[in-house]
């Protein structure tokens, strides 16, 4: 039976997804936060994605992304192509914490990376792209030798302000905010919400309640299920 949140969803014409780990981790890729996340496996984690540690140790950043980051097997769940569809169908946009190419994979359309996209790799001395197979075997460019680097957001890096500006055309015209798998402490991917349309809902899809600054609908469920039980016709 179709409930009334999911009720809501359908009925909406644009819909903002504001999404983080959460999302991915039915598709396998582990989450950060959480008490298994990689930031509590790695107590340095969020150095060793810095700006700082690439430039002191670019091997050394090198390989804990290829061990720690990668996860070129995982495929979209059902809550990707459930989002990817209404994105298709004109209703709805994505915008992500997530850097695991999952959504490009499940084809959504209007699709902000805020912080970018681990499997778009680029040299950092010719600028060109590189496939990411490339670079899971080597660090190095093979035509001039420049240091490859995926093109994601690290700590003491600013976001790509194309991201911002999309984003917030996003937020600008929905009727509707769904934030899922996200704690939305992480700023300045949280503060974009600030910037939604004046009476725009706002609705949180988690099994662990949310405590946010504004009135909102928490649906206290398995985001899985949830979006099983989203009938889209």
Same mark, same amino acid.
């Given at each position: ?83 990817? %569809? =209404? ?6 946009? !994505? &915008? ?6 999952? #959504?490009?994979? *499940? ?61 917030? %055309? =996003? ?6 905010? !769904? &934030? ?6 992480? #700023?300045?991917? *949280? ?43």
């Amino acid at each position: 039976m179709t409930t009334q949140a999911q009720q809501t969803v359908l009925a909406a014409k644009h819909i903002v997804f504001m999404t983080g780990a959460g999302v991915s981790t039915p598709s396998g890729i582990p989450d950060y936060r959480s008490k298994n996340g990689l930031y509590t496996g790695h107590h340095n984690a969020e150095y060793y994605l810095s700006h700082a540690y690439l430039e002191s140790d670019p091997i050394g950043f090198y390989h804990y992304l290829k061990e720690n980051l990668y996860h070129p097997e995982a495929k979209p769940n059902v809550i990707h192509e459930k989002m990817a %569809a =209404l994105t298709q169908r004109g209703q709805a946009g !994505v &915008i992500t914490q997530n850097i695991d190419n999952l #959504y490009q994979v *499940a084809e959504t359309k209007n699709l902000v990376e805020f912080h970018g996209n681990l499997y778009q790799v680029y040299c950092t001395q010719c600028g060109q792209p590189v496939p990411w197979a490339d670079y899971l075997k080597s660090p190095y460019h093979t035509t001039d030798h420049g240091y490859l680097r995926p093109n994601v957001v690290l700590y003491d890096e600013g976001i790509n302000q194309q991201n911002v500006d999309r984003a917030l %055309a =996003l937020l600008r015209q929905a009727d509707l905010v !769904v &934030i899922c798998g996200t704690s939305f402490r992480v #700023y300045p991917f *949280a503060g974009l919400i600030d910037y939604r349309a004046t009476g725009a809902q706002v609705m949180a899809i988690n099994e662990e309640p949310l405590q946010l600054p504004f009135d909102f609908e928490m649906v206290q469920t398995n985001a899985v299920k949830f979006f099983e039980g989203l009938t889209l016709t």
